[in-house]
């Protein structure tokens, strides 16, 4: 029997403890959903990072293009200059070329009479000669053209040249514009993507603060879960300690077995052997003004450890202490309604076990919210709900 009261005493322990667990099963869903907001925050984190370095090496990539182009600017602006300085040199050679040519027309123009070709030949000593002079002055002349029109035609390449060179030059100066913009672009997007990664840095922050303070919150609410359950086990232990104390008494008593109340003509028995009723069931102000002014149930009055019966036989669903009803019973019966004994001094059986009609369940006492020894009983259609006045089914009135 002690064995099967200690089975009941844990049953009523983790129903009493359910609020305390539910509490710990909230945190732990908030706890697990902190979890893994964290975990998708890392994951964001590491994602930003990773197109952070991304970006890093596309800018360095650009800057290595950059290097190259204007590597090959300078070069470029070095061969151009050269080029110039060519040019330049060719003009002048030509420009004095041809100045010497004219100035040789313009010598035999004013010199007619000592420098024409006829004034050669005369003065030539013989045929052969007059032949070699006149040869001499053609191919002389003719040098000169030749050099000039070669001069032009080198000069012509070479501005071509210039042309090519400055075409390229222009198109390494765009394209260095367009590697500058390119830069430029990267570079924010590079302290757009520092700037994200430090937001997900403060949110993950945040959400680990946030689970710390669930962690403690959830330790703090286990201790008082144990700290519940140690007052409920002590409890329990003086319940059960009262029973066997009952017990011994029932034993030692020259009528061990208290003798239920006679059979009546209503639904339910009488709780206990004489009923006195001290206050009915409605309207009334509470002597001690903590309970409103709805009395659920039957006053009836009696002595300090006058036995208390089961009205009816059913399942015992509750068997605790209460600060109003104190030391109470609570019995489900098969005809769906529900039975109270209050303010019992000993509660002689526990949560989950049957009893049958007019089996002695308990003490009568003053525990809870009360101002005397009495028995309050009560009937209703749910647990702690559809209260009905409990005259009628005893048979009454």
Known sequence: MKKKHLILASTCLLLSSAPVVTFAESLDNQIDQSNQKIENLQQKKSADENQLKQIETDIKQLEKQTAEILKKKVALEKELNQ?????????????????????????????????????AVLDSDNLSDAITKTLAYSKLVQANNDIVVAQQADQEKLESKQ??????????????????????????????????????????????????????????????????????????????????????????????????????????????????????????????????????GIDMAGSLNDPIFASRGGTVVAASYHPSAGNHIIIKHDNGYYTYYMHMTTLLVGQGETVSTGQQIGLMGTTGNSTGVHLHFGISTSVWSGFVDPGPFLGLY
């Not at 260095?176 to 949110?203: G, P, R, S, Y």
């Not at 201790?223 to 300690?241: F, I, P, S, T, Y």
């Open 83 to 119: 080029l110039n300085e060519d040019i330049a040199q060719l003009t002048k050679a030509i420009e004095k070329r041809t100045e010497q040519i004219n100035e040789q027309a313009r010598s035999v123009q004013v010199n007619q009479a000592s420098h024409t070709i006829v004034d």
């Open 163 to 296: 042309k090519e060179l400055n075409q390229k030059l222009a198109d390494i100066i765009q394209m260095t514009e367009t590697l500058k913009e390119n830069n430029e672009q990267l570079q924010k997007k590079k302290l757009d993507q520092a700037v994200l990664i430090k937001q997900v840095e403060a949110e993950l922050a945040q959400e680990k603060s946030k689970k710390d303070g669930l962690l403690k919150e959830k330790a703090a609410a286990e201790k008082r879960r144990q700290d519940e359950l140690k007052r409920l086990e002590a409890m329990e232990q003086v319940r059960l300690k009262a029973l066997e104390e009952a017990k011994k008494q029932q034993q030692n008593h020259s009528n061990p077995t208290p003798t239920p109340p006679e059979a009546n003509s209503g639904e339910f028995q009488y709780p206990i052997p004489n009923i006195h009723i001290t206050s009915g069931f409605g309207g009334r102000e509470d002597p001690t003004g903590a309970s409103g002014t709805q009395h659920d």
